[in-house]
């Protein structure tokens, strides 16, 4: 089971997530029959979107990360609703497992260049968008990038996922620690020499539990749980959604076909609409159009 906590500082100077999103990084590993690299980016922006998440306000609000690059992956998105529940998908994954000069996965070439974009749906006339240039590829780099620039918020992000040579999920995780406006030098000076040991964090999870994790960068400080989640990877598509999408197509590509599939690029999971049933939800398109 995935877990997150939300910890505070006592002294209102510093706000935690830590999350152990495992389970989730496996499930959406096994959806989409990942190689590693593909799982090991997707993971890293599924957990990232579960903790972002987390940060919403009301029940009905959701955050969408989505990042366009010219690596091999394409790109990915992943979109969290505020209780973490998360889903993703890469869009291309058939790429070659590559070791980078560190021993690692090389997560960071198979991105290369591009954007991040960050949509807020909370349920106003339009979403809030935010929008950077990525800086480095690795994910955590780029959102800590995005939260001072888009958000002006002081932040550090750790994330990671470890993967064994049977292509098993062993563990995977992330941490954003975000600073308040009470911290001064001195605070901001302390955390960040607690969490230089953070760069492995997929292993530093695979021996220590969350709240171990948080103990361990708090320390002395004095803080406290706020909340504890147990996100899922969570797919909310239906057959309903899925015969919006048919307004999309053209006549001649409904009438050359005896059935449509669309698949979910989220789950994988496939609708069968029929001809007749897409030539009614077209003429009830022209029709409102009229």
Avoid: W
Avoid at 260 to 276: D, L, N, T
Wanted: charged fraction near 30%.
């Amino acid at each position: 089971m995935s877990k997150v906590i939300r910890a505070i500082t006592k002294d209102r100077k510093a706000i935690l997530f830590v999350m152990d999103s495992t389970d989730i990084v496996e499930q959406a590993t096994t959806i989409h029959n990942l190689p590693p690299i593909p799982a090991a980016a997707l993971g890293r922006l599924l957990t990232a979107a579960s903790m972002m998440g987390l940060m919403l306000k009301s029940e009905d609000h959701t955050v969408s990360l989505q990042i366009q690059c010219n690596g091999v992956l394409r790109g990915l998105v992943a979109v969290a609703d505020s209780q973490g529940n998360v889903k993703g998908y890469v869009k291309n994954k058939e790429v070659i497992t590559e070791i980078n000069k560190l021993g690692k996965l090389n997560v960071k070439g198979a991105i290369g260049n591009g954007t991040l974009t960050v949509i807020k749906d909370l349920k106003l006339k339009e979403p809030y968008i935010g929008q950077i240039q990525l800086v480095s590829g690795e994910i955590a780099e780029d959102i800590t990038h995005y939260f001072a620039i888009s958000e002006q918020t002081p932040s550090a992000v750790a994330l990671g996922v470890l993967i064994d040579k049977d292509l098993k999920i062993v563990s995977a995780g992330g941490m954003i620690i975000q600073l308040l406006p009470d911290a001064d030098n001195k605070f901001i000076e302390l955390v960040e020499q607690r969490i230089r040991g953070l760069s492995n964090f997929s292993k530093i999870l695979k021996e220590k539990d969350v709240d171990t994790i948080a103990k361990d960068i708090f320390e002395d400080i004095d803080y406290e749980i706020l909340n504890e989640y147990n996100p899922t990877y969570k797919c909310d598509c239906s057959y309903e959604k899925a015969k919006t999408l048919i307004t999309l197509l053209n006549d001649d590509e409904i009438n050359d076909q005896e059935d449509i599939e669309i698949v979910c690029s989220f789950c994988e999971k496939k609708y069968i609409i029929s001809r007749e049933e897409a030539i009614k939800i077209k003429n009830i398109e022209k029709n409102e159009e009229k």
